[in-house]
């Protein structure tokens, strides 16, 4: 059973800096491709950041420049570390497992964590 646990949302002002981590369960995390996406009340979600299992990265416009995603295989950990967080970063902020299974991709979401920025 896969399992996606994200955890270090919070309430931050602007400004300011949160890191964000998401521990995998029940997949070979070292094979998988991590993400991490968010949505908003109202939006559709969109991805932030994407780390494949070679450590290529790619990030989405809102992220660039501000926000780093990173893994640690030997833990089944996927981090996001958030810095300069601005109001419209609020939003909930999901884990995602992507993985290729008899040719196919299968993708695993996690729970979500909320991040809320705010003065």
């Known amino acids: 059973q896969v399992q996606l646990v994200e955890s270090g949302g919070g309430l931050v002002q602007p400004g300011g800096s949160l890191r964000l981590s998401c521990v995998a369960s029940g997949i070979m995390f070292s094979n998988a491709a991590m993400g991490w996406y968010r949505q908003a009340p109202g939006k559709q979600r969109e991805l932030v950041a994407r780390i494949t299992n070679s450590g290529r990265t790619n990030y989405g416009d809102s992220a660039k420049g501000r926000f780093a995603i990173s893994r640690a295989n030997a833990i089944n950990t996927v981090y996001l570390q958030m810095n300069s967080l601005k109001p419209e970063d609020t939003a909930a902020y999901y884990c995602?497992?992507?993985?290729?299974?008899?040719?196919?991709?299968?993708?695993?979401w996690g729970q979500g964590t909320q991040v809320t920025v705010s003065s």
């Open positions: 995602n497992a992507e993985r290729q299974i008899s040719g196919n991709i299968v993708k695993d």
